[in-house]
């Protein structure tokens, strides 16, 4: 992207070069990998952690992308960015879970295909697969449009910027919180209770007067409730699917997650568009909420990882 000469070089590489980066070092690996190499009583609090680093490189990446900016421009910024990138290289090194997928015990003689099947034909994966795309719409909603919220209540540009700050800053906490918590609580009361907390808090807040402060706060609790969904949703795949091929059942599981995040963003600038407010996308998001909450009650919860895994 640096280096590109013109505007089509640098949307390949930034569309479609960096999205299958991002596939290919997203959630769905990291977690299924963590998932497959830990023992069950380990996972959660490890694809917690995992959610929050990325949670805190989220937030980090800013003001390190601006001071490259302010050193050596954006064409340097982004060769900073590509050195830190290449980090990963050896980081992912221990992650190798070959051995693990070949440990007795493991379903090796399960394709990718029956597995798929298996899942494709659980109503659990439908509920989970519903419910992470409203995580993804109630992301991507708040993530590029809490700017534009916060200037429509005619509110200075910083209560914007502090509002997305602390939405990751507090989803760190969040993250790590829901980690724990998998461990010790049924997953899918978990995820009941944070779909059901995250309707309430964008309830409150409609009601509220829209002050820096209520925005500000709003946004704190919205982020202890921001992707605190990844470890239980993840450990309900793998305790539902097994392990084998958690990278890819979750994966499509994420699908929906990302599916949602298009239509927040879309639909929250469409309904502005139209209607010069974003009232009814809020009443769509808390509506949304309470259905991902129910959604998820009968969602199969077993004790121990199948024996397939």
């Known amino acids: ?27 769905p690996i990291i977690s299924a990998t963590l998932t497959r190499l830990l023992p069950a009583e380990m ?7 995992s959610t929050a680093g990325s949670s805190f490189g989220q937030f980090l990446v800013v003001p390190l992308a601006q001071l490259g900016i302010n050193l050596a421009g954006w064409q340097g910024a982004m060769l900073l ?7 990963m290289v050896p980081l992912a090194i221990p992650m190798d879970d070959s051995a693990a997928r070949r440990a007795p015990g493991t379903a090796g003689d399960e394709s990718a295909t029956v597995a798929l099947k298996r899942a494709l034909s659980t109503p659990s994966f439908w509920c989970l697969f519903f ?3 409203v995580c993804g719409m109630h992301v991507s909603f708040m993530g590029v449009h809490m700017p534009g ?3 429509s209540c005619h509110l200075p540009a910083y209560v914007g910027a502090g509002a997305i700050s602390l939405i990751g800053l507090f989803n760190v906490m969040g993250s790590l919180a829901a ?26 807040f409609m009601l509220a007067d ?19 969904t990844v470890p239980p949703t993840v450990a309900l795949c793998a305790r539902n699917f097994g392990t084998q091929w958690l990278a890819t059942i979750f994966g499509l599981v994420f699908l929906g997650h990302q599916i949602g995040g298009f239509t927040g963003a879309f639909l929250g600038g469409f309904i502005f568009d139209r209607t ?14 309470a259905f991902a909450a129910l959604i998820h009650l009968p969602v199969r919860d077993p004790p121990t990882v199948p024996a397939k895994a």
């Not at 000469?5 to 070092?25: C, E, K, P, Q």
């Not at 829209?210 to 605190?228: E, H, P, Q």
């Open 1 to 27: 992207m640096a280096l590109s000469s013109d505007i089509t070089l640098f949307t390949f590489f930034a569309g479609v070069v960096m999205g299958i980066a991002v596939s290919a070092a997203g959630m």
């Open 131 to 133: 419910g992470f795309f």
């Open 179 to 204: 980690g724990e918590l998998s461990q010790r609580w049924q997953r899918r009361n978990l995820l009941v209770i944070i779909y059901a907390s995250r309707g309430v808090v964008m309830t409150a």
């Open 149 to 151: 919220f916060v200037a």
């Open 276 to 289: 010069g407010s974003y009232d009814l996308m809020w009443s769509i998001s808390i509506a949304a909420a």
């Open 43 to 49: 996972r959660g609090r490890a694809v917690g952690l």
């Open 210 to 228: 829209k002050t820096t402060a209520n925005v500000l706060i709003f946004s704190a609790f919205m982020g202890l409730l921001w992707l605190s």
């Open 81 to 87: 960015l590509a050195g830190l990138a290449l980090l």
